[in-house]
């Protein structure tokens, strides 16, 4: 039994193994398989042995530059992705008390309590002063 324990730890020596990409094309491959599930079409099989092989394929490379690289790369388009959706969630929460607007000399959000008119605010940022109209 050690000696096949050593055998597959001596294989996996310098290889990528399993990143957040890795989990990524796992979680993509379930996906396609729940809505082959339903629809049964050919391609969407063929699809899902590509993501397989390509996740594979990333695990068991020995190319650790390249691989990081693919998920640094990744990791930046989800961590903006990711970003978005909690600003999202964020002003659908606050929708009932806050208003968000954008400050036209520095391009950030303030986030303003909800007065109904026209109101004049500084930029915290840029010590700008910003007309802001809030209507509902």
């Given at each position: 039994?050690?000696?096949?324990?050593?055998?597959?730890?001596?294989?996996?020596y310098?290889?990528?193994?399993?990143?957040?990409?890795?989990?990524?094309?796992?979680?993509?491959?379930?996906?396609?398989?729940?809505?082959?599930?339903?629809?049964?079409?050919?391609?969407?099989t063929?699809?899902?042995?590509?993501?397989?092989?390509?996740?594979?394929?990333?695990?068991?490379?020995?190319?650790?530059?390249r691989?990081?690289?693919?998920?640094?790369?990744?990791?930046?388009?989800?961590?903006?992705?990711?970003s978005?959706?909690?600003?999202?969630?964020?002003?659908?929460k606050?929708?009932?008390?806050?208003?968000?607007?954008?400050?036209?000399?520095?391009?950030?959000?303030?986030?303003?309590?909800?007065?109904?008119?026209?109101?004049?605010?500084?930029?915290p940022?840029?010590?700008?002063?910003?007309?802001?109209?809030?209507?509902?």
């Amino acid at each position: 039994m050690n000696n096949i324990k050593y055998k597959l730890m001596r294989f996996m020596y310098g290889r990528n193994g399993i990143d957040p990409l890795g989990y990524a094309t796992m979680v993509l491959y379930f996906a396609v398989f729940a809505i082959n599930s339903f629809v049964n079409a050919i391609y969407l099989t063929i699809f899902g042995f590509l993501i397989i092989i390509l996740m594979f394929y990333r695990f068991l490379s020995r190319d650790i530059v390249r691989r990081r690289s693919e998920n640094e790369r990744f990791m930046r388009f989800f961590n903006k992705a990711k970003s978005f959706f909690k600003q999202t969630a964020r002003r659908m929460k606050d929708i009932k008390t806050h208003r968000y607007r954008t400050c036209p000399g520095c391009r950030v959000t303030l986030r303003l309590p909800l007065k109904r008119g026209k109101h004049t605010v500084i930029c915290p940022r840029c010590k700008r002063k910003v007309e802001v109209r809030v209507w509902i």
